[in-house]
């Protein structure tokens, strides 16, 4: 009798073992997700930003060679705000994926604990 507890106190500790490792890939992994998608909109920020002050002047001074300056300079304005909206929603969309809790851990010990109730019944 002994042995066979000793023998289920080495299965349970190498089980929690087990599950520990299995906990720290998933939080990996999900980390992972979170520095890509952190990683896309820092891109978006610096792309925009170097578009906005090269782009937007070529723009804003070819409108103004057919309207007022001003009236060019608000619709660049407009056509940016537009295209972060877009960059920014899509990047909120990426984060909403990441899940940091580790599900299938939680499975496992849910069913390791359902295991270890029947075997002391």
Do not use: C, Y
Not at 98 to 121: F, G, M, S
């Amino acid at each position: 009798m002994g042995d066979l507890l000793g023998e289920l106190a080495g299965d349970l500790t190498k089980l929690m073992r087990q599950e520990l490792e299995l906990a720290k890939l998933e939080m990996k992994e999900e980390a992972t997700k979170a520095g890509k998608a952190a990683g896309m909109l820092a891109g978006a920020g610096v792309a925009g930003h170097m578009a906005l002050v090269f782009i937007s002047l070529t723009v804003m001074w070819a409108l103004g060679n057919v309207m007022n300056l001003a009236w060019a300079a608000l619709i660049v304005t407009v056509l940016w705000a537009i295209a972060a909206a877009v960059l920014g929603s899509a990047g909120r969309k990426k984060l909403k994926q990441v899940n940091p809790k580790p599900e299938q851990t939680i499975d496992t010990l849910k069913e390791d604990a359902q295991w270890a109730r029947t075997l002391n019944n």
